[in-house]
């Protein structure tokens, strides 16, 4: 049996087209355990960049990888239900998941209103 070693597109200190790195070593900063414990975690934009969000430090946040998935998975619970999913499908997710999808909604539902959301991204200089 041969070990598994990640693609070199994982590795932590490669940037993303951004130029920031995709994976870092800083704790994840939803979940306060992990199992097993979680070595590199990722970059998430809470106002995801392909919805039209900044590319700026404060709509960065750093996430295990299982969280980040999650995350996004929720961001689409979003948009299915126009921003009210059912609590049925929501309540498989941990709480600070849900709340950082949420968050990531209202921040789209807000930029879209102001004009900055997909064609205009507002603050990614």
């Not at 598994?4 to 704790?27: E, I, K, L």
């Amino acid at each position: 049996m041969t070990a598994m070693n990640p693609p070199a597109s994982a590795s932590f200190d490669q940037p993303d087209a951004h130029g920031q790195p995709r994976m870092t070593r800083q704790p994840c900063q939803q979940h306060s355990r992990h199992h097993p414990a979680s070595h590199l975690n990722e970059q998430h934009h809470i106002w995801p960049l392909g919805m039209g969000g900044p590319d700026s430090p404060d709509n960065r946040v750093v996430i295990c990888p299982t969280g980040h998935n999650n995350v996004h998975a929720l961001l689409k619970l979003f948009q299915l239900h126009r921003g009210e999913p059912p609590y049925a499908e929501l309540r498989v997710f941990a709480f600070g998941e849900r709340e950082l999808a949420r968050l990531g909604w209202q921040r789209y539902q807000a930029g879209t209103r102001a004009g900055t959301g997909a064609g205009g991204r507002a603050g990614s200089r």
